[in-house]
Structures are given as C-alpha cells and as structure tokens.
C-alpha cells in the first residue's frame, strides 16, 4: 500500500543548532500537511503544501514540497526549547486520504 | 468556538469489559476520524465517518471495534471485550465541509488503559 516514510525517528540537538525530518512518498501526493505533537499533547496542525515545488516559512520554520510532490522537509533553524515534540507529515493520496509518517522526535540535549 | 472535544481523557478497562469513546466535532464540522496512537509510536488512521455515514473504515480491526456518528450527538468509538493490545491514545479529529481535503483539527485524545 501506499507509505508515507519520514526519517530520522530521533534527532538530538544542542538548543540553537538546526533540526531537518524528511518525509518520502512513494506515490504522487495531492497535498502534505504538517503536524506538531508536544510531549502528552495531541497534533496540531502547522502547515498544508499543495503546489510542486512550494516553500512556505513560519519563522524559524521553513517547509519544502518537492517538484515531484513525494517527497517534503521541514527544517527549523536554531531550535528552542519549545520546539520539543514530535514532528508528523501527512500525505494525501489521489483517494483523499492522509496518510502519515511516523513522526522525527526533537530532542534537546541538556 | 469551542474546538474538538473528548471525553473521557483517561479511561481503564479491565480484560474483556468495553471501552466507549467520544468525540465532539468542531463546531460547523460534520466530517470525524478516528486515529489510534501507541506510546513512541506515529498515528495510524483507523475510520472516517460523516453524519450517519462510515466513509472509510480501512483501518478499523475487523472485530471488536465500530464507530458510529449518529444525526444527533457525538462520534462513538466503541471497543469490545478489550485486550491489553488496545492501550494506547485514540484521537479524534474533524474537518469542514470538503471533507479530507481541509486541515483536521484534533481533539485531546482518550488515554485508553487496559488492566
């Protein structure tokens, strides 16, 4: 079936080094989304990518949408402490349905 | 404007007993999935339902579990005779009028623990 892969599972940074998680599909999405889960809470929705090749900024936060439309980024430039959460892409399929990645973890180190 | 609402937050059920869950759409919402959570581990969807309607239940378990949406009243998400297997975070999100195409918006989610 169809898969939306979402690498790394954990990333470990120093507050103010960058953070990048990548997602890869292996069919033409109509559309990905974003999503920030904090430890214990519930996603939240970021961002929605629809157009080849878009990139869209919210602050520190920087989202690609590659020229294909399989594959994304989000990268975050000199994280915080309140970047901590998990991360979550989700892809829409030609059916309408999302179908998510696994999550990159952001990890401040102490 | 109240968003996406669940209850209960925490529930624990004992081997076998059921396990109902609820979700209030946003206000305006008519569309609800329904997506299981295990600790450390991503969402997998598991149904979505409008107004009266099972749309997609593809990853729903094809015994003890259902889901309804019923005219009045919130989603239910039912899971009977639990197994330690169910715990996990079930979440519930809703979408506008386009249906999958819009953003979802996601409730707090229901900690189901299983004894």
């Known amino acids: 079936g169809q898969q939306v892969m979402q690498i790394p599972q954990y990333q470990h940074v120093q507050e103010g080094e960058d953070f990048t998680t990548y997602c890869n599909s292996s069919?033409?999405?109509?559309?990905i989304q974003w999503y920030k889960q904090r430890p214990g809470g519930h996603p939240v929705f970021l961002i929605q990518?629809?157009?080849s090749g878009e990139v869209k900024k919210q602050k520190r936060l920087t989202f690609q949408f590659g020229e294909a439309k399989k594959n994304s980024s989000l990268h975050i430039t000199a994280t915080q402490t309140t970047d901590v959460g998990t991360y979550f892409c989700?892809?829409?399929?030609?059916?309408?349905?999302?179908?998510w990645g696994a999550g990159t973890k952001l990890i401040i180190k102490p | 404007n109240a968003g996406v609402m669940q209850n209960p937050r925490h529930l624990v059920r004992r081997r076998g007993q059921e396990a109902r869950l609820r979700c209030s759409p946003m206000?305006?919402?008519?569309?609800v999935y329904w997506y299981r959570q295990l600790p450390e581990e991503g969402l997998k969807f598991m149904v979505y339902?409008?107004?009266?309607?099972?749309?997609?239940e593809s990853g729903m378990p094809k015994e003890r579990f259902s889901a309804e949406f019923p005219k009045e009243g919130p989603s239910i998400l039912r899971i009977q005779q639990v197994v330690r297997g169910d715990s996990a975070a079930y979440f519930c999100?809703?979408?506008?009028?386009?249906?999958?195409?819009?953003?979802?918006?996601f409730g707090p989610g229901t900690r189901l623990t299983v004894l």
């Open positions: 339902l409008q107004k009266e309607n099972i749309i997609d």
């Open positions: 069919t033409t999405l109509s559309n």
């Open positions: 206000k305006g919402h008519s569309h």
């Open positions: 999100a809703s979408s506008g009028w386009t249906g999958p195409t819009d953003t979802q918006y």
């Open positions: 990518l629809v157009k």
């Open positions: 989700a892809g829409m399929d030609s059916n309408y349905q999302l179908i």
